[in-house]
């Protein structure tokens, strides 16, 4: 019965607000627009995403060293000017970029471990479970596809990791194993999904978890160069 309901879930068709801007997902801006025409490329729906997912996955890097949890921070619009961003964000903006294309597009979330991480990160967090983590779910071929485009290329070549891909078929998740065969990441609770980002829910679950970490001040290093001389790949 359990798994009858999650089909039927995944297939459960978007609704207008999948494909409307919101202050958060705001596809109606001109630089996620640009984004998306820049980047789209292929005759189908599914090619169209793939294109996307990697444009997004490594044209703008990962860091969670600068986690703004403003109203602002969190746009798809400010990831891109920024240039980088952690995973939420990238969601967002995936999410943003998809909606500008045609795609119906909408977030959702998990709180995993065993995540890409560096000993200065642990040791601000002071947890192995990282909340709240994002991807974006893309409706193609007539089914809700999970894409996590959090973890660029360079990065993923400094954790050992092969490069998390996305086909547009199958859902594209965090890496269960490195690419030495050693476990990885573990989801440990779902969230489910979401029409826009939950942004009050997810600074209440940060503010309970990780008091050390704030808008106003942010990890300091370089999470890159951390993670290359950690992992040895300097």
């Not at 490594?58 to 600068?66: A, E, F, G, M, S």
């Not at 809700?144 to 973890?151: E, G, H, I, N, Q």
């Amino acid at each position: 019965m359990t798994i009858c309901y999650l089909v039927a879930m995944n297939a459960t068709p978007p609704r207008p607000e999948h494909l409307s801007s919101t202050p958060t997902i705001d596809s109606d801006h001109a630089a996620v627009q640009a984004f998306a025409r820049q980047h789209l490329a292929g005759h189908s729906v599914r090619e169209q995403a793939v294109a996307l997912y990697l444009a997004v996955r490594d044209r703008v890097r990962y860091d969670p060293y600068r986690i703004d949890l403003s109203g602002r921070g969190m746009t798809a619009s400010t990831v891109l000017a920024q240039g980088f961003g952690w995973c939420v964000p990238k969601a967002v903006l995936l999410a943003a970029v998809a909606r500008a294309s045609n795609i119906p597009a909408r977030l959702g979330f998990a709180d995993v471990k065993n995540h890409l991480s560096t000993e200065r990160l642990r040791q601000t967090m002071k947890t192995d479970v990282f909340a709240w983590h994002g991807y974006t779910e893309l409706w193609i071929d007539g089914a809700w596809r999970k894409a996590t485009p959090a973890f660029n290329i360079e990065l993923c070549d400094k954790f050992g990791l092969l490069p998390l891909e996305f086909d547009g078929v199958n859902d594209s998740l965090y890496h269960a194993f490195d690419r030495a065969g050693r476990q990885h990441m573990e989801y440990v609770n779902e969230h489910g999904s979401f029409d826009d980002l939950p942004l009050e829910q997810i600074r209440t679950v940060f503010a309970e978890v990780y008091p050390s970490i704030s808008a106003s001040q942010p990890i300091e290093g370089d999470f890159a160069a951390d993670a290359a001389r950690e992992i040895g790949r300097a």
